[in-house]
C-alpha cells in the first residue's frame, strides 16, 4: 500500500475521524475510515504516534492471587463488558502516574506496586490509530464508586478459577480477555 493522503471528515470531544487515501499494489485507490484521538493528523507519520494515548492496567491482590477486572456499561455496545481499568494519559503525566489516577478514580484502589510495563500496542488496529500502554503491578485498599458520574463501573477481584468460568459466558474486551485467558491457565 501506498499512502497518498489524509482528510479530515469529522472532529468530536474525544476523537476525530479521517479518511485516509491509499493506492493498492493493483493501483486501486482505497479510502480507509478511522477515528483518532489526534484532532489535528495531516502526514503519514503523525498516524504512528509517539506517546501513548491511555494506559491499561493489570493487577493483582498483594498475594497475587486475584487479577482485579472491572464489570463496567460501555456505551458503545449498550452492555456490560469485563476490562481491565484504562484511561487516557493526561498532558505532563507519566503512565505511571496516569494508572495510579485512573486505578483510584475507577475503583478506590492503590496502585502500589508496578513490576512491568507492556510496551505500546493498538486498542482497535481495525479502526483507530489509538496506542495504550499495560501497567503490570500490584494494588491495596477497598472498593468505592467510581469517581465519575458518566462511568458504571464494577470493580472486582477474580481467581483464576472464576476468570476462567467469566469467559465462557461474559463479554470481554479483546485484550482483557487474552491477558485473562492466559494468566488463568498458568
Request: proline share 3%; charged share 30%; glycine share 6%.
Amino acid at each position: 500500500m501506498e499512502f497518498k493522503g489524509i482528510q479530515k471528515r469529522e472532529e468530536g470531544k474525544f476523537i476525530t475521524r479521517y479518511d485516509i487515501t491509499y493506492e493498492t499494489v493493483d493501483k486501486q485507490e482505497k479510502v480507509y475510515e478511522i477515528i483518532s484521538r489526534n484532532k489535528q493528523l495531516e502526514s503519514f507519520e503523525e498516524l504512528h504516534g509517539k506517546m501513548a494515548d491511555a494506559v491499561v492496567i493489570i493487577v493483582t491482590d498483594e498475594a497475587g492471587e486475584r487479577i482485579l477486572v472491572n464489570k463496567e456499561f460501555r456505551l458503545a455496545v449498550g452492555d456490560w463488558v469485563y476490562n481491565f481499568p484504562a484511561g487516557l494519559i493526561d498532558p505532563g503525566e507519566e503512565p505511571q502516574q496516569s494508572a495510579a489516577r485512573e486505578l483510584w478514580e475507577e475503583t478506590g484502589l492503590e496502585l502500589y506496586e508496578i513490576d512491568d510495563f507492556i510496551g505500546t500496542s493498538y486498542s482497535a488496529v481495525g479502526f483507530s490509530n489509538e496506542t495504550n500502554v499495560c501497567v503490570v503491578g500490584k494494588a491495596r485498599g477497598e472498593f468505592r464508586p467510581s469517581t465519575s458520574t458518566v462511568e458504571e463501573i464494577e470493580p472486582g477481584w477474580f481467581t483464576k478459577a472464576e476468570i476462567r468460568e467469566l469467559l465462557k459466558t461474559q463479554r470481554f474486551a479483546a485484550r482483557t480477555q487474552a491477558y485473562c485467558y492466559v494468566w488463568s491457565r498458568e
